[in-house]
């Protein structure tokens, strides 16, 4: 993005220099991003650090490593815009595994990233647990399904079984075939809630980012 309109003052040869340095620093640190949406990226900040280093059409050194400062650590904000990035890419696919991956490039960075995506993979896990007790049901008739086991204290021990192995005496197959749909509804109701809160949780974190605008 340039600032259009207006003509681009001039640079300093030595204040350029300090700014290829930040942005070559910024673009190798840049991991994850093809090369049209680095470029977009480097592009503009190059705009916006002459942009805040002009003072009455000139540009100073002290006043480009005053804007530098100002925007820190340059693999710092290329994590921010890689995050960014593959935050924009999850909130638009709406996949799950765009969404775990970008939450797990979230939870790097803050621990309300971390609860997201804690919250996220129980309920994707639990969702695909669901369907997969449905499908299992209609290969394993007499094993697969939601269980209910007495245990030696007299209580009662729940669990949902995938089929595989024999199942303990005395034990009860709560649904019998109701598991196969109930388990495609819920599991299926599960996992587009998950996308939808996680979602929500994704483009609040977005609209906090105060990223630089050229």
Avoid: C
Avoid at 72 to 88: I, K, R, V, W
Avoid at 137 to 146: F, Q, R, S
Avoid at 179 to 204: C, D, E, N, S
Wanted: charged residues 15%.
């Amino acid at each position: 993005m340039t600032m259009s309109g207006h003509a681009q003052p001039n640079v300093p040869t030595d204040a350029q220099k300090e700014i290829e340095n930040y942005l070559s620093k910024l673009r190798q640190s840049l991991r994850g991003l093809n090369d049209q949406d680095a470029r977009e990226i480097i592009e503009e900040l190059r705009s916006h650090i002459i942009e805040k280093s002009a003072t009455g059409g000139q540009i100073t050194i002290a006043a480009v490593v005053a804007a530098l400062a100002g925007l820190g650590d340059p693999e710092d904000l290329a994590s921010q815009y890689t995050t960014d990035n593959l935050l924009a890419r999850a909130e638009v696919s709406r996949s799950p595994f765009r969404i775990l991956k970008s939450l797990f490039r979230w939870a790097s960075l803050s621990i309300a990233g971390f609860f997201v995506l804690l919250g996220s993979f129980l309920g994707y896990f639990f969702g695909a647990v669901l369907m997969l007790v449905a499908v299992l049901k209609l290969i394993h008739p007499h094993t697969a399904g939601l269980w209910i086991f007495p245990k030696a204290n007299g209580e009662l021990d729940i669990s949902f079984r995938l089929g595989f192995g024999s199942v303990p005496a005395a034990g009860r197959d709560v649904l019998g075939w109701w598991i196969v749909p109930l388990g495609w509804i819920a599991g299926g109701a599960l996992v587009m809630l998950t996308t939808y809160i996680a979602v929500w949780f994704v483009r609040q974190y977005r609209k906090s980012l105060v990223l630089p605008q050229g």
